[in-house]
């Protein structure tokens, strides 16, 4: 069983819809759930972070951790076509020496 | 200032070859990470250096693979006798030693 599982896509979506993408893990070690966009050809970029449970929002972004569930969601609100990326879930515990990263979910917004 | 550059973007060498994959990561960065990324797969941990610490290896997948970081800067991912399951996309990341990784373009490797 892998560490973190995350549904592939791709996910096609009309411009202004809400996107809900998710991620499950294992480990009840993780304390840093952070949430990468990579574009074709791209190295990932940070998006938002959160450490341990709770919601983050960063305008159109919000990152929500569920520790009891062992569930991680990000929604983006208003998409946008730019917002078309591959998105990568990755986690971490404590001392950072290993980060573990979902397989990543295309996301295409149509205008 | 530069983020982290990757050296050669693009790489296809024979099968049976060795192969040299460089990183320069941010100036000052304590640590530095590399991963393959494989298509349509996330990203798999290779190695990680901290410093002057010892390197976490865990995630090299064979002893034809070897990595080293000079000076605590630039890093080297060694590729020896390269096989056809090696083509992936190698990315090397750094950072302070937290959450937030910098991530450079990649080099694509194809094994033929």
């Known amino acids: 069983q892998k560490e973190v599982e995350q549904d592939p896509g791709p996910l096609s979506v009309p411009e202004g819809a809400i996107v809900s993408l998710n991620c499950t893990y294992s480990?009840?070690?993780?304390?840093?759930f952070m949430w990468y966009r990579q574009y074709s050809r791209k190295g990932p970029e940070l998006l938002m972070y959160?450490?341990?449970?709770g919601n983050k929002e960063d305008g159109r972004f919000t990152a929500q951790v569920d520790k009891s569930s062992k569930y991680i969601s990000l929604f983006i609100r208003d998409s946008q076509p730019s917002d078309s990326a591959t998105y990568l879930c990755?986690?971490?515990?404590?001392?950072?020496?290993?980060?573990?990263f979902g397989s990543g979910t295309k996301l295409n917004v149509k205008p | 200032g530069a983020g982290v550059s990757q050296s050669p973007s693009n790489k296809v060498t024979e099968k049976g070859k060795d192969v040299e994959l460089r990183c320069d990561p941010i100036s000052g960065h304590t640590a530095l990470y590399w991963y393959r990324q494989s298509l349509g797969q996330g990203l798999e941990f290779l190695i990680y250096?901290?410093?002057?610490?010892?390197?976490?290896k865990s995630g090299l997948p064979s002893d034809r693979f070897s990595a080293e970081r000079t000076g605590g800067s630039v890093s080297t991912l060694t590729i020896q006798r390269t096989q056809q399951e090696d083509s992936a996309v190698y990315l090397c990341?750094?950072?302070?030693?937290?959450?937030?990784?910098?991530f450079g373009p990649g080099t694509r490797l194809t094994v033929t």
């Open positions: 250096f901290q410093g002057n610490s010892a390197p976490d």
């Open positions: 990341a750094s950072s302070l030693a937290r959450y937030e990784q910098y």
């Open positions: 959160t450490y341990s449970s």
């Open positions: 990755a986690m971490t515990e404590y001392n950072f020496n290993k980060f573990y």
């Open positions: 480990n009840s070690a993780f304390q840093y």
